[in-house]
């Protein structure tokens, strides 16, 4: 299964050890499906986990913070070129997900975000909560 996070689902997953988004990102860990990245995407995740603001909510080094962000450019399947696509009315940032998602074909985009959220289907990938997914995943196994 291939699937795209949202930044609000990877930065939840190491706000939040054991929270659901967490739980998202060990089964990516565990390979029970393939994450789909692109430098966009990972760009946007790497400068909110940065954020003074976000910083001080979270327990962890600027090394830990580096290995995370090593770790996704390592085991993810990347699209080193998205295509462009009209801007998403609900939320223009929102639309690097949703077109890394139809340019690599993914089956699901697993949000945190309301606006992408809202959509719930986009070009037949479904949008889903992080809880909604791992719902998804155990009654696949």
Do not use: C
């Not at 979270?58 to 080193?80: C, I, K, P």
């Amino acid at each position: 299964m291939h699937v795209v996070l949202d930044t609000n689902v990877l930065v939840s997953a190491i706000m939040t050890p054991g929270g659901i988004p967490a739980q998202v990102l060990n089964a990516w860990l565990s390979e029970q499906y393939t994450l789909l990245m692109s430098a966009e995407v990972l760009d946007e995740t790497a400068e909110v986990l940065h954020r003074p603001r976000v910083r001080a909510q979270m327990h962890y080094t600027e090394q830990d913070l580096g290995d995370f962000l090593d770790n996704l450019r390592a085991r993810s399947v990347w699209l080193d070129e998205v295509p462009p696509m009209p801007q998403l009315e609900r939320d223009p940032k929102d639309t690097k997900f949703v077109a890394l998602a139809v340019a690599a074909s993914a089956n699901v985009i697993v949000g945190g975000d309301a606006d992408l959220l809202g959509l719930r289907l986009y070009e037949g990938i479904p949008i889903v909560t992080a809880r909604q997914f791992l719902e998804e995943l155990a009654s696949a196994s």
